[in-house]
């Protein structure tokens, strides 16, 4: 699998590593850098579900999870852990490709897109390159994904954006009715801001969204 998966995408003008574990694959992200990892949910050793947990306490590397089976759960499991994309086995070599393609394009168009540094209210500061978040002088503690709900919430300040709105633009899918997972993202952004002094920022709008004044 890991061969076809290579040459596949070699054929598409990419340098691929190989690895067998995905304990390999995050000691070797502490070394290198990387565009995109494809990461299969039966991964010996490591579960992929458990090795992608991991690696979004300290890297937002877009991840494309490989799994045989064809079930919502499962997917929707791994995107709340913070994968972009799935593709299911066995795989088809052109779907990949283009799979490939159109996530390494989203990503990079959207971090072609971003400012610099984004401002919000009492002294909120996001900075996009160090992937850090600020409250005056106080750094905030955010997970890969509560740092991109809040630049989303910051890039389209005072428009009110809907759950499935947050979720395509952060998941990759919408909420299909169970918006939990969104919310509980919100409710830990604003306790991580509340302390460290900025309480109060993101203002949800019953039955509607979430947004920042």
Known sequence: MRKIIRDVLNADGADVTELASAEAALEILEESAFD???LDVGSSGLSGFEALRQLRERSDIPVMMMTGANSL?????GFDLGAD????????????????RALLRRVRGSSARVSEELAGPGGLLLRMRSH???????????TPKE???????????????????????????ETFGS?????????????????????DVVTTIRGVGYVIR
Do not use: C
């Not at 759960?73 to 499991?77: I, N, P």
């Not at 994309?85 to 490939?100: A, F, N, W």
């Open 36 to 38: 995109l990892m494809i």
């Open 73 to 77: 759960a499962e997917r929707v499991a």
């Open 85 to 100: 994309d799935y593709v299911l086995k066995p795989v088809e070599v052109q779907e990949l490709g283009r799979r490939t």
């Open 132 to 142: 850090e978040a600020f409250v005056g002088s106080v750094i905030v503690d955010l």
């Open 147 to 173: 740092f991109s709900v809040l630049r989303v919430l910051l890039d389209r300040r005072s428009e009110v954006i809907s759950p499935d709105a947050l979720s395509l633009a952060i998941w990759g899918y």
């Open 179 to 199: 918006r939990n997972f969104v919310e509980a993202h919100i409710s830990r952004l604003r306790s991580k801001l509340a302390k460290a002094g900025a309480p």
